[in-house]
């Protein structure tokens, strides 16, 4: 049997087993390998070409990290690392350079064989759909953006025009001693109390004022929200001094803050969300927990955006999310952002260790 597969290329069926290999191997269209015991490439397939523009010869027994980017070799390496010691199959991000210096973002699965050493590794190029992800992330925070704008440059100010207009109603029906005085001012309050919901609700649709100073106040006015909309009690703990981050590191880690609490509000039946944002070691420490259902031994499935759009943010930022169960009952939700993240993820890969025969040997990951 035989057919046209690609533009270009005839595919004909092969008749063993190993041939079949071959061609599959081959055909495929994400970049498959083969890596050696000495994080060396043994073989790849030609999509490598396809896709990135290295030819057979450029990748021949050249390390599978050195085409990785550099701020993602330390985390390839272990990855490598766990898969050669018998972590199994798994998969793990990074991004890997063509010749012509473009970028692919890569999910890889990695295998490796009792019957010979070194790593079999299948890698899916998810470029698009992480740009795709990104822009639709950008287009709800611009549309988010404008929505908190809208509120407070219209509804909030229109609101407190009414409600000047009730307090001077009230006090002239105080000064005549109407009887309708004191539902005037009951309605002045309430007015009062909607005007502050309704700008607290725009500045946390709105993150454009958001600085790195002003994230306490931030999380804390989002609690403070909570509690108020929720018969749900929230409260913020943080330490006074916090290193400095940049806006849109901020910015994220609010978001995150963010959604984690409209979940527990949406899916956790909790009385008590603790919000948590502690500075230990060099890192950020941010966490959400409550006290709710939890997710039992269920794993938690992104079926809406909200948990995608959390590990993107973090990802983004070169932070790392945790999703677990909180003791002795609830979930609890941490992200954890190292300040010099971009400087530690940088680290060179260490050189390679001499090819073994019996047992792979990959670099040691970088010590975090
Ligand atoms: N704190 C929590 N407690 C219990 N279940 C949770 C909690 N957080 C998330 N979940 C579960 O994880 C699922 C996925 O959450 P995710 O935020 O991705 O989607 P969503 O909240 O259903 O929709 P969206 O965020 O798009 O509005 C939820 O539907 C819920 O079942
Ligand atoms: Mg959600």
Not at 2 to 19: I, R
């Amino acid at each position: 049997m035989s057919g046209q597969c690609g533009s270009n290329t005839v595919w004909t069926a092969p008749t063993s087993d190993e041939a079949r290999f071959e061609s599959l191997f081959e055909l495929s269209s994400d970049l498959a390998c083969l890596i050696d015991g000495s994080g060396r490439l043994e073989r790849v397939n030609m999509s490598w070409e396809a896709r990135l523009g290295w030819t057979k010869a450029d990748l021949n027994r050249r390390r599978f990290i050195d085409f990785a980017h550099p701020d993602d070799r330390a985390a390839t390496a272990a990855a490598l690392y766990d898969a050669a010691g018998g972590a199994g199959t798994r998969g793990f991000e990074n991004r890997l350079r063509g010749k012509d210096g473009t970028e692919l973002r890569m999910i890889w699965k990695l295998a490796t064989s009792p019957m010979r050493p070194g790593i079999g590794a299948i890698g899916r190029d998810v470029t698009g759909e992480r740009r795709l992800q990104r822009e639709l992330i950008e287009a709800a925070d611009r549309e988010k953006a404008r929505i908190g704008r809208e509120l407070h440059d219209g509804l909030c100010q229109s609101l407190a025009g009414i409600c000047t207009l009730s307090a001077t109603l009230a006090r002239k029906l105080a000064g005549r001693a109407d009887p309708a005085a004191a539902a005037a001012a009951e309605l002045t309050a309430l007015l009062k109390q909607s005007v502050g919901d309704a700008r607290n609700l725009g500045r946390g649709l709105d993150c454009a004022g958001l600085t790195p100073s002003s994230l306490p106040l931030a999380l804390e006015t989002l609690a403070t929200n909570i509690g108020s909309l929720h018969p749900i009690s929230c409260i913020l703990l943080h330490d006074q001094h916090l290193p400095s981050l940049d806006a849109q590191v901020a910015t994220h880690l609010y978001r995150i803050v963010q959604e984690a609490v409209s979940n527990v509000v949406a899916h956790a039946k909790a009385t008590r969300i603790v919000i948590r944002l502690r500075h230990r070691e060099g890192r950020i420490l941010l966490s959400v927990v409550d006290n709710g259902i939890g997710t039992g031994q269920r794993r938690l499935e992104a079926t809406g955006i909200g948990l995608r759009s959390m590990e993107y943010r973090a990802r983004l930022i070169g932070a790392s999310l945790t999703i677990e169960p909180a003791s002795p009952r609830g979930t609890r939700v941490e992200c954890a952002w190292t300040v010099d993240a971009r400087t530690r993820n940088a680290a060179p890969a260490t050189s390679s260790q001499p090819p073994s025969a019996t047992r792979p040997v990959y670099p040691r990951p970088a010590p975090t």
